[in-house]
């Protein structure tokens, strides 16, 4: 994350979060934002935010402290119990992560441990809701409403109105669309252990060099066992 200002969006929608007085922190890839428990950053409502259909959000969040009778959300579309769209909050005094959309949460089944990272992600494909810690689903419901964005509401990173956040924050996304189990685990992996993940093998030999104008190819493993 960077060390000051705002955080830049990695895509071409140019949704830049700001307003957090946050510092930039090592991360699980590169940098992340760290938080003091002081205030949030804000993304402005935007259509691309804006999703009706199927979606994937989450991230990379990791608690330094967590209040007790606070929501502690680290991603939030929206912002309060009467007009939210969807994310993540950890409210202490219940035990687990909650994944929230549309003005309701339910309990994903895991609870952090302090100053450890983990991989929080949700999907719904408009039949269903999945929720994922580290690349494993916990849980998951039927659903079948529209998600509602009539609050013009703008997302929330590190905290909200439920509470701030005293931890970091490292790889937020929100994804149009509803992505496999597969495809959760291979990010997971990706980013926590990408030499797990992806191995290279030159068969060159273990000099790494051949006689030139001999072709090498280099020989891609992947894991996606879950």
Not at 43 to 54: F, H
Not at 66 to 73: S, T
Not at 182 to 191: A, V
Request: proline letters at 3%.
């Amino acid at each position: 994350g960077e060390a000051s200002g705002s955080h830049l969006d990695s895509t071409a929608y140019g949704n830049t979060a700001s307003g957090g007085t946050y510092g930039g922190t090592a991360g699980v890839v590169d940098g992340a934002a760290g938080y003091s428990g002081a205030a949030y950053d804000s993304i402005n409502n935007s259509g691309s935010l804006n999703v009706t259909a199927g979606i994937t959000f989450g991230g990379w969040v990791q608690y330094a402290t967590a209040a007790p009778g606070e929501k502690n959300p680290f991603l939030m579309k929206g912002d309060n119990e009467g007009a939210n769209d969807y994310g993540f909050l950890y409210p202490v005094n219940n035990g687990t992560f909650w994944l929230s959309m549309n003005n309701g949460s339910t309990a994903i089944n895991f609870g952090p441990l302090l100053n450890t990272w983990y991989y929080i992600m949700g999907t719904y494909d408009q039949t269903t809701v999945r929720a994922y810690v580290n690349g494993r689903q916990t849980a998951s419901w039927a659903y079948s409403s529209a998600i509602n964005n009539s609050y013009a509401s703008a997302c929330r990173i590190g905290g909200g109105t439920w509470g701030k956040l005293n931890g970091k924050v490292d790889e937020c996304r929100v994804m149009s669309t509803a992505v496999s189990s597969n495809w959760i685990w291979t990010s997971y992996l990706n980013m926590a252990s990408n030499s797990t993940f992806c191995s290279f093998t030159n068969n060159a030999g273990a000099g790494g060099t051949a006689p030139l104008g001999t072709p090498i190819s280099w020989l891609i493993s992947h894991s996606l066992t879950g």
